[in-house]
C-alpha cells in the first residue's frame, strides 16, 4: 500500500523582495509549494482567478492594496484558507485592526525557521479540527 | 602546520562581524537556510539588500534635501530600510535606523542629519565586510558554510 504524498501550498504577499525571498525559502525547505506575489491586489486577483492555497503569509504594509485591505477582500470573498499576517509594525492599534480583518495568526518580521515551525503547527492543528 | 589557512581565516572574519556587533542572530538564521541546493542563499540574500539599500537611501537622500523635512516620510522610508536590515541581521545599521525614527518623532533635523551620516558610514562598512567575507567564502566553497565557533 502506498501512501500518496500531498504537498502543503503557501501563498508569500509581500512587496519587499528580500521577505518575499527568505518567506519562500523558508516555506520550500519544509517541503511546501509556495507563489509569491508583491501585493494584495494580485493575491486577490489570484483567488478571483480561481487559484487556491493552504496558507497566505500576508505583509501588512504594501503598496496597491495592503494587508488589511486584502485580507478583508479575501475573506469577504469567502476565502477560508490559513491567512498569516507578518509586520515590522510595532503599533498595537494597526497591528489589532490587522488581526480582526480576519487572520489566523500573526508574526513579528522577520519570519525564521522557529517561527516557521509554529505557524506550520498551528496550521496543522487547524486543519486537524476541521 | 595549517595546509590551507583560508577556511580558518574565513571563519574569524565571520565571528568577527557578530563579536563587533556588525551581525545579529537573524543572520545566523539565514545560514541555517543554506544548503547543497542552495550553498549561496545567503550571498543572495545580501545582494538584494544592497540593491534594496540602495534604492532605500537614495530616497532618503532625497527627501533630506526638501526644506522644512517631511519626517512623516522620511519616517515611512526608514521603517522599510529598517526592515531590510532586520531581514539579513545589521545589528548596527538597524540600531541607527531606530535612533532616526526617534529623532523623526521628535521633529529634530539636526538629529536626523546626524544619524542619517552615522547610518550611512555604517552600512557602507557593513558592506565592505560582508562582500569581502562573502568573496573568501567562495573560494573556501559551499562545504564551509556558516560554522559557529
Same mark, same amino acid.
Given at each position: 500500500m502506498t $501512501?500518496?504524498?500531498?504537498a502543503h501550498s503557501a501563498l508569500v504577499v509581500d512587496d519587499d523582495v528580500m521577505a518575499r525571498t527568505i518567506h519562500k525559502r523558508l516555506f520550500e525547505r519544509e517541503g511546501w509549494l509556495v507563489k509569491a506575489v508583491v501585493n494584495g491586489h494580485e493575491a486577490v486577483e489570484l483567488f478571483r482567478q480561481g487559484d487556491r492555497f493552504d496558507l497566505v503569509l500576508m505583509d501588512k504594509e504594501m503598496p496597491v492594496?495592503?494587508?488589511?485591505?486584502? $485580507? $478583508?477582500?479575501l475573506r469577504a470573498m469567502g476565502v477560508q484558507c490559513h491567512i498569516v499576517g507578518v509586520t515590522s509594525c510595532t503599533d498595537s492599534l494597526e497591528v489589532e485592526s490587522f488581526i480582526g480583518a480576519g487572520l489566523d495568526a500573526f508574526y513579528a518580521k522577520p519570519l525564521n525557521p522557529a517561527k516557521l515551525g509554529r505557524i506550520i503547527q498551528h496550521f496543522h492543528d487547524d486543519d486537524r479540527r476541521q | 602546520m595549517e595546509r590551507n589557512p583560508l577556511p580558518r581565516q574565513v571563519a574569524l572574519m565571520r565571528q568577527s562581524l557578530f563579536d563587533q556587533g556588525y551581525l545579529d542572530e537573524q543572520f545566523v538564521q539565514l545560514e541555517e537556510l543554506q544548503d &547543497?541546493? &542552495?550553498?549561496?542563499?545567503v550571498e543572495e540574500v545580501a545582494t538584494l539588500f544592497y540593491r534594496d539599500s540602495a534604492r532605500l537611501l537614495a530616497n532618503i537622500d532625497q527627501a533630506m534635501e526638501r526644506t522644512p523635512l517631511d519626517f512623516a516620510k522620511l519616517d515611512n522610508y526608514m521603517q522599510q530600510f529598517k526592515g531590510s536590515c532586520s531581514s539579513i541581521g545589521a545589528k548596527k545599521v538597524k540600531s541607527e535606523c531606530t535612533q532616526f525614527r526617534e529623532y523623526c518623532r521628535a521633529g529634530s533635523s539636526e538629529g536626523c542629519t546626524r544619524t542619517f551620516q552615522h547610518m550611512k558610514r555604517e552600512y557602507s562598512t557593513l558592506?565592505?565586510?560582508l562582500e569581502t567575507y562573502f568573496q573568501l567564502a567562495r573560494q573556501v566553497g559551499p562545504s564551509n558554510s556558516a560554522s559557529r565557533s
Open positions: $501512501t500518496k504524498l500531498v492594496l495592503d494587508g488589511v485591505h486584502a $485580507t $478583508t477582500e | &547543497n541546493t &542552495n550553498p549561496h542563499f558592506k565592505k565586510k
